[in-house]
Structures are given as structure tokens and as C-alpha cells.
């Protein structure tokens, strides 16, 4: 009888490891995050009553937490234009005419404050740019809420005392009536108040249209490329076999 050649036995059901890499998309749990602590500043808001005196408790955690939803908003508006930068920019910022850069500093071309690297993006991200066309309009509402966003976001960033001008009006029953409501107090194209303790959930819808026009906007330049789940809410990993997607752990 001849002898069986011994057989090494494997498990089906064995874990194979392979070698991948993983890509991390932060600009996503930027996004996630910020609606998260929204939700949380909602949850605040709702518990407010018409009827009874505002609890002071649930007036500062509201604000609390839209103070950081609208931080992480404005974070992750620059990670969107960081990461279409690294995806799509074919040509540096020296290469463009000098007619679009003669008003610009000109520095390291990711030094340059964001209003001006959006400004250019179009330009510098097209295969075929058209050079005398005007892709953003630098004092239309929209971009001009763009960079006041981020000098919101500066005025966290640094943050230092500052004064707000108000006027009180004395009653005699003690309730007593503050007003705040004056132009010096508010920034102008978002109507958000200069005061960063005191951002509430309804200046919160400001940033998020803004965040969709930004978006958009660079979509349209384009040609939709950000359509693809790269850009939306899809974690994968590249093996050697494929690509692995996994369940975006941020999204409900």
C-alpha cells in the first residue's frame, strides 16, 4: 500500500492578512463632526420654552456647540479645497498670467490665504483654463461670505478680548432689556456676531449654504469629478487584490 502523502490542512476559514493602504479622508470627519456638534446644538435650542424664563444652563451649551459646529464647518471648507488641490492642480501658481496674480503676494503657492488659492483654483485645476474668463467674481455675496467665514474662523483662532456696544433699557418691573443690534457688532455679509460666544444654531445655516455653493461651485469647475465617493462619505483601503470598502464610521 503506498504511502499518503501528508497534506498541510487549511482552515477556510482562516484570517488572511495582505499588505493595503488605507485613505484617510479627515476633510469627511470635519464634515461629520461639525454636524454632529449641530445636532447637539438643535437638541439645545428645542428644549427652550416661549412660555418660561430661558435656562441659562441650556443657552450656553447651544452655543457651546455651534461655536465648534461652526469651527469644524470652516475647517473642513479648507480641507475640500486642500484635497482638490492635491486630486486636480496641474500647474503652479507662477505658471498662471501675470494678469491674475499682479494683486497677490506672491509666496509658496499653499501659503497663500485661502480667498486667493480659491480664486485661483479654477485656473490652476482646468486642463484648459480659459485665462480671461472670470470662474469666481471676487465681490459677489457668495465668495465674499466664503472669506468672511474665515475671518470668523481667524477670530477664533486668535481669539482676544473685544467690546460690544450695547444699549440697556431700565424698566421698572426689573426685567431689565439689552440691545445689541448695531452694525459694529455684527460682521456684514454673514450677519454673524462678532462675538464668538455668542454664535448660535440659526447662524449655523450661514456656513452650511455656504458650504454647499462651495462645493458646487468647484464641482461645476469641475466637470463634476467631486460626484465620485472619494469626495463623499466612503472609507476604502487599497489591497493587492482590489479595493476593500468599508461603512463610513462618522455617518448614521
Known sequence: M????????EDPLAIKETRGKFLSKPMIFLFYAAEQFRNLALEERNKWSSSDPIDQNVWRNERIYAGSAFLHYALYCEALLNNVWIDFKKRDVKELPAKLTKDLQMCDDEMLPFKDRLYLTPYLCKENPNYNATYYGRNTNNFQK???IFQIRDSYVHAKLTERE???TI???RIHHINDSYGINWWQRTGICKDISLIS???LETIRNSIEWLFSS???FLDNSLNNKKWKDE????????TLFLKNPYKK
Open 235 to 242: 472609507e476604502k483601503i487599497s489591497i493587492t487584490d482590489g
Open 201 to 203: 444654531v440659526v447662524e
Open 171 to 173: 424698566r421698572k418691573d
Open 2 to 9: 503506498s504511502k499518503q502523502k501528508n497534506k498541510k490542512f
Open 218 to 220: 468647484l464641482n461645476d
Open 166 to 168: 450695547i444699549r440697556i
Open 146 to 148: 466664503i472669506v468672511e
